[in-house]
């Protein structure tokens, strides 16, 4: 089966094309048959467009709005030069979505008719940020493809369906979970689903032996807790602002600094939400940017101490959290490193490993140091606590849960 799997945010659209089946999924060998992203979607956008694996072309092209983005994609995917191995429209068969709040409602991969969508709408509040987008995009697809087209949301917040409510639950007044379900959802489930997925497969491990933290660290970034197969904690919570250091996030704070810093700098809690998600983290440390790689050039080259404390800070917080979750987990067999930090830098996974010895966390120089953008094991010998390295693909994931869903195959 053919699937388009979109991934629509604010001025963006990011997509694959795969084609996947039971009998693939079985042997992991789905095909990737194209894959690219619009972005500056309004005006003059930059469209990146790359056929199975060969390397990526970029252009511009006037397009206004994320309807118009599925357009360009699709005809683009249809056509001669494409190279993306279909003839027509026709065969894409099914779209699979990324969704990032499904809220208490949508705790698996759901097939979207009219009754999903308006429920999606309902949710807009919890998600302002991220959900608008991803009804753009499946409206888009839907006005592109036709209402014969089956679609599938893939929510961020399932994977987190099965925290506990001592896990989930704030210490707050417990009205307003049950007025307004103020509590933690988490995020990136569908990145720390696949990451356990394939841990799994590496190690031969089952669902029910799988007890390992994972830890999606990019521009964006958070840890999970996971027991059984199951997400029993994770770092961010009500939204995707709690938790770890990140690119522009600030993720934990003493809430009362909010009401402080409104005193003193005559900020809204607009314009306080804004600061918080978008001027904090890695570039409101440093003063210079959220990009790691160029703070740890800044580092390095130049000795500049801002961006020094912004990674010193970044890999605290991860080895605060990761001592907190061995001790809620009673210890862990593994720690598995992924995303765009996670996978391709390895000095920040060596500063995350260093001085947790008294736990039994040793990680090996040699096997770390050229592991980059690949899976493998990093740990050294005699560690207690297994040391992975694991690139997410969460789109995979997308078009496999999509096929699950169109198929009525049950959903791994």
Known sequence: ????????????????????????????????????????????????????????????????????????????????????????????????????HGGERFTHSTRIDDAVRRELEELIELAPLHNPHNLRGIAAARSALGTGIPQVAV???????????????????????????????????????????????????????????????????????????????????????????????????????????????????????????KQSGLLGLSGLTADMRELLAEAAEHDDRRARLAVDLFCYRVRKYLGAYLAAMNGADAIVFAGGIGENSPEVRARICAEMDWLGISLDPSRNAPLIGSEGRIAGEGSRVELWVIPTDEELLIARDTWRVVTGEELQ
């Open 1 to 100: 089966m053919r699937i388009l799997v979109l991934n629509a945010g604010s001025s963006s659209l990011k997509f694959q094309l795969i084609d996947t089946d039971g009998a693939a999924i079985a042997e992991s060998r789905d095909r990737r048959l194209a894959r690219g992203q619009v972005e500056r979607i309004g005006g003059q956008a930059i469209v990146t467009l790359a056929a199975a694996n060969a390397p990526p072309t970029k252009t511009t092209a006037p397009i206004r709005d994320h309807a118009a983005a599925v357009e360009h994609v699709i005809t683009w995917l249809a056509g001669p030069d494409s190279g993306a191995a279909i003839e027509s429209v026709a065969e894409i068969e099914a779209v699979g979505h990324r969704v990032v």
């Open 155 to 277: 929510f961020d917040t399932a994977f987190h369906h099965s925290l506990p409510d001592t896990a989930y639950l704030y210490a707050i007044p417990y009205q307003l979970y049950r007025r307004h379900r103020v509590r933690r959802y988490g995020f990136h489930g569908t990145s720390h689903r696949y990451i356990a997925y394939r841990y799994r497969q590496l190690t031969g491990r089952t669902r029910e032996q799988t007890k390992i933290i994972t830890l999606h660290l990019g521009n964006g970034a958070s840890a999970c807790a996971i027991v059984g197969g199951k997400s029993v904690d994770t770092s961010m919570g009500f939204t995707p602002l709690e938790g770890l250091v990140m690119g522009t996030r600030s993720g934990d704070i003493d809430p009362a600094i909010l009401d402080f810093v409104s005193a003193k700098e005559g900020l809204s809690l607009h314009e306080l939400d804004s600061m918080l998600n």
